[in-house]
Nanobody, 119 residues
Framework: QVQLVESGGGLVQAGGSLRLSCVASVSIFSINRMGWYRQAPGKQREAVAL???????NYADSVKGRFTISRDNAKNTVYLQMNSLKPEDTAVYYCNARRTGPGGFYDYWGQGTQVTVSS
């Protein structure tokens, strides 16, 4: 079982920055992939940024060049630095941890943190 606790959301003006943090209850060495998803009202949840245990990173096209995902293994924490925020970045952001194995994969989710960008 993996518990994830997010923090760092809030209200910011367009062009501003926020840093989200996600602390895992287990060593993130044991997690194959961690990442951030977001869900805006009336829309499906979408992947924003993903980082694998071997350091491979993927970003959604909409955030490339503005968002940066990183991990601190010693603190069991994954971060999402968000710069040049836009109103369309407004959403609930969820931390995700994925473990893979012979039978497939299992996803764990945090409770979500609200990010609101005003124009």
């Amino acid at each position: 079982q993996v518990q994830l606790v997010e923090s760092g959301g809030g209200l910011v003006q367009a062009g501003g920055s926020l840093r989200l943090s996600c602390v895992a209850s287990v060593s993130i060495f044991s997690i194959n992939r961690m990442g951030w998803y977001r869900q805006a009202p009336g829309k499906q949840r979408e992947a924003v940024a993903l980082i694998t245990d071997d350091g491979r990173i993927n970003y959604a096209d909409s955030v490339k060049g503005r968002f940066t995902i990183s991990r601190d293994n010693a603190k069991n924490t994954v971060y999402l630095q968000m710069n040049s925020l836009k109103p369309e970045d407004t959403a609930v952001y969820y931390c995700n941890a994925r473990r893979t194995g012979p039978g497939g994969f299992y996803d764990y989710w945090g409770q979500g943190t609200q990010v609101t960008v005003s124009s």
